[in-house]
C-alpha cells in the first residue's frame, strides 16, 4: 500500500514536469519554427524527448538499457516497426532514429500548443474513424516523407498491449516500406513494465529495448517483410519476459 502511494505521488510529480515542459517547448516550437527548416525542427522537439526521459528517471526511478543501436542506420530513411505498451518508446523513438515524421489521430492537432507545434512538423494526421482512407494516406504521404529522408515509427499492433504481451500485428508498415523501397527497422521493448498503459502510475526499474538487424524490402512483398518482422519479435521476447537471451 505505501509503495503505491509512493510511486503515485511520484508519477503526479513527474507529470507536473511533463506538462509544463511540453507546454514550454511547444510555445518555442510555434515561435521559432517559421524559421528553421523543416528537417532541422525535428531535433528541437527532440529536446523535449531527452527532457521527459530524464525527469522520468529521475522522479520515478525508471532507467533504461538500449541494445543493438549500432543497427540504426545513418545514411537512409527507414520505416520503424516497433511493439506498443506505453507512450514511453513514442517519446524514446522520436529522438533515437532522427529526424522522425510524427503519424498521429488528426483530433490531435487541435490540442492548444502541442497540437499547433506538431503541424508545424508536417505529421502524417490520420482519420481512425476511416480505416482505409487513413491507410491510403499513410501509403501516399508516408512514401513522401521517406522519399524526403524522414524516417517512420509504426506500431503494427495498433494500439497498446499489456505488458508481457503483444497482439496481432497489421501489414500497414510492411506496405510502407516495400512501396517505399526502403528497409525495416525491428524494435522490441519491455515499457509497459515501467510505464502502463492506461494509468497515471509509473514503475520504478529498467525499460529494455533492442533494435534489430535492418529487414530488407527489396524483391520482397509487404507479407513476407511483415512475417519477417514477426519472426523476429517471436525470437526476441526474452526482452518483454526479462529472460536471459
Known amino acids: 500500500m505505501l509503495k503505491r502511494i509512493v ?22 516550437c510555434i515561435l521559432v519554427f517559421g524559421f528553421i527548416p523543416l528537417k532541422r525542427r525535428f531535433f528541437i522537439y527532440a529536446a523535449w524527448c531527452r527532457f521527459v526521459q530524464w525527469w522520468l528517471r529521475l522522479v520515478c526511478g525508471v532507467r533504461y538499457d538500449i541494445q543493438g543501436a549500432e543497427h540504426i542506420p545513418k545514411d537512409t530513411p527507414v520505416v520503424v516497426l516497433s511493439t506498443h505498451q506505453s507512450a514511453w518508446e513514442t517519446i524514446f523513438l522520436y529522438d533515437a532514429v532522427l529526424p522522425v515524421c510524427p503519424i498521429l489521430k488528426k483530433e490531435l492537432l487541435n490540442i492548444p500548443f502541442w497540437g499547433w507545434a506538431m503541424r508545424l512538423q508536417k505529421p502524417i494526421a490520420i482519420d481512425r474513424s476511416k480505416p482505409r482512407e487513413a491507410g491510403r494516406s499513410l501509403l501516399r504521404q508516408g512514401t513522401q516523407r521517406l522519399t524526403d529522408g524522414l524516417n517512420i ?35 522490441i521493448h519491455n515499457a509497459g513494465d515501467c510505464w502502463p498503459a492506461h494509468t497515471l502510475i509509473k514503475h520504478p526499474g529498467v525499460i529494455r529495448l533492442r533494435f534489430g538487424p535492418l529487414i530488407p524490402t527489396s524483391e520482397k512483398s509487404a507479407n513476407e517483410v511483415s512475417d519477417a518482422y514477426a519472426a523476429w519479435v517471436a525470437e526476441n521476447m526474452d526482452i518483454i519476459h526479462g529472460t536471459p537471451q
Not at 9 to 23: E, M, P
Not at 154 to 171: H, M, T, Y
Open 7 to 28: 510511486n503515485t505521488l511520484r508519477s503526479l510529480l513527474f507529470y507536473a514536469g511533463y506538462f509544463v515542459a511540453t507546454i514550454t517547448i511547444s510555445v518555442i
Open 153 to 187: 515509427v509504426i506500431f503494427p499492433e495498433g494500439s497498446r498491449s499489456p505488458a508481457g504481451e503483444v497482439k496481432a500485428l497489421s501489414r500497414g508498415g510492411a506496405k510502407l516500406a516495400v512501396a517505399a523501397k526502403v528497409p525495416v527497422l525491428p524494435v
